[in-house]
């Protein structure tokens, strides 16, 4: 039997906090742009809510939808220019997995809860197309495919950035372990 | 590396997480084949895993409270508060947000130190994006409307271009910034539902990380220009904002009445 289908109310409600945390991210943790990205994609989703034919599809269009009011922000916003990221061809990809190299110490205590505020302060250093596709896998779990869908990018693409992004998040850590140790 | 066909960039590639779940294919086999006999492959996969439980584990907070009302009243088809408000008319407003503002901070107030590092530091993030680009006070107006809790009027300059404004949170509370670009220099036009310690009625000067603030409190506001400009014409701009505020105008709904200022023919 079909499960009916949640309103829009019980859709935010479920994922109203994960929508800011990446609201967040994708605005470097300034809590009052990510607030009104929220109420505009929000805004957006009321609209279009008659739209939604899957329900299942509920939590990834309200992301998309958080992501692309964002990207269009940025593009229309004329006096931010942010340099555009390079993406890999497969080639490089596999290039730059063969040539990675270990963190200069160990990583280990990144995981650690008592060391979040670092690590979100090094994620905030990480360009914009990185950052975005990093949050999206690692902190909400979505699939390469899924975010490559949402951002109009080949999977391939995804997962290069992916990639040049946890390297970034890794010397953000790195410089910050050396300014603290210097 | 190991006997196996797989490169280590190719066993890495294979492996690369975020592709979900998928079928003992012979290339997955081979990858983890590869893997488990290659300590740098190993010590790749632990540093991916441990950057991926970093970034996990960094942030669980909840949305605020207030977020949470003001999107699922949106949802549940009640126009925001905000906008109710601005139907009544700028005078009517005003006076709610300055009893607000004397209900919500009866006792209480920042400090000047926390107000000027508010203004410079918000100043200094001018170009940070967010907010709304524009050069039409009625569609910069109507941006703030749903989204500050008392009304805002957007004064323009002779000699200044409006750019747009955007959002601050100042003591869990949001503000509004209107910024203006004058003779090149970018100029910051805060309004704060805040009080301060000994709220001055008279304009008050500081500078502060190489730039200027004049601020004063009018209805219940603070209000701050913040800028690169010589201290005589940001004074100059405060004054006129103050005086604008000072005069009587029509409701904001629709297109509000804004009125052009020219601080610098005075």
Same mark, same amino acid.
């Given at each position: ?17 994960? +929508?800011?945390?990446? #609201?967040?991210?994708?605005? $470097?943790? *300034?809590?009052?742009? !990510?607030?009104?990205? %929220?109420? =505009? @994609? ?64 160990? +990583?280990?205590?990144? #995981?650690?809860?008592?060391? $979040?505020? *670092?690590?979100?302060? !090094?994620?905030?250093? %990480?360009? =914009? @197309? ?53 | ?266």
């Amino acid at each position: 039997m079909e499960s009916p289908r949640p309103t829009l109310e019980q859709l935010l409600d479920a994922h109203l906090d994960a +929508l800011y945390r990446t #609201a967040l991210r994708l605005c $470097r943790g *300034r809590t009052a742009d !990510a607030e009104d990205l %929220v109420h =505009d @994609a929000v805004a957006r989703a009321v609209e279009g809510y008659a739209e939604l034919r899957d329900p299942a599809a509920g939590r990834s269009w309200l992301f998309t939808i958080l992501v692309r009011t964002h990207l269009n922000r940025d593009r229309t916003r004329r006096r931010r220019r942010e340099s555009l990221a390079v993406d890999l061809s497969e080639a490089a990809f596999e290039d730059a997995l063969a040539n990675w190299r270990p963190a200069r110490s160990p +990583l280990d205590d990144a #995981a650690r809860t008592d060391v $979040r505020d *670092r690590v979100i302060a !090094a994620l905030h250093r %990480v360009d =914009d @197309a990185y950052r975005t596709v990093v949050w999206l896998v690692d902190a909400e779990e979505w699939r390469l495919r899924d975010v490559a869908e949402l951002l109009d990018v080949p999977e391939g693409t995804v997962a290069s950035r992916l990639y040049r992004g946890r390297q970034a998040l890794k010397a953000a850590l790195e410089r910050r372990e050396g300014d603290m140790t210097a | 590396m190991t006997g196996s066909l797989l490169t280590c960039a190719q066993a890495r590639r294979v492996l690369w997480p975020g592709q979900g779940p998928r079928p003992a294919s012979p290339d997955v086999l081979a990858a983890q084949e590869h893997v488990a006999g290659c300590a740098p492959c190993s010590a790749f996969f632990v540093e991916q895993a441990t950057l991926g439980a970093a970034v996990r584990e960094s942030d669980r907070r909840s949305a605020p409270d207030a977020l949470r009302r003001r999107v699922l009243a949106m949802v549940r088809g009640g126009r925001q508060p905000a906008l109710r408000k601005v139907a009544l008319g700028v005078a009517a407003t005003v006076l709610i947000a300055a009893g607000a503002v004397a209900i919500w901070w009866p006792d209480r107030g920042v400090s000047e130190r926390t107000i000027l590092s508010l203004f410079t530091a918000e100043h200094q993030r001018l170009v940070a994006g967010g907010g709304i680009s524009s050069g039409d006070p009625a569609e910069v107006t109507r941006w703030f409307a749903g989204r500050v809790d008392f009304a805002l009027r957007i004064p323009e300059f002779a000699g200044g271009a409006l750019l747009g404004g955007r959002l601050c949170m100042a003591d869990g509370h949001r503000g509004a910034i209107v910024e203006y670009e004058f003779e090149g220099q970018m100029v910051s036009y805060f309004v704060l539902p805040l009080a301060v310690r000994g709220a001055p009625a008279e304009l008050r000067h500081a500078a502060q990380a190489g730039y200027r603030v004049v601020w004063w409190m009018q209805d219940g506001l603070l209000h701050g220009v913040v800028g690169g400009l010589p201290a005589e014409r940001l004074e100059q701009l405060a004054k006129w904002c103050r005086e604008l505020l000072g005069k009587p105008s029509g409701p904001l709904t629709g297109r509000p009445r804004s009125a052009v200022l020219q601080p610098w023919e005075g």
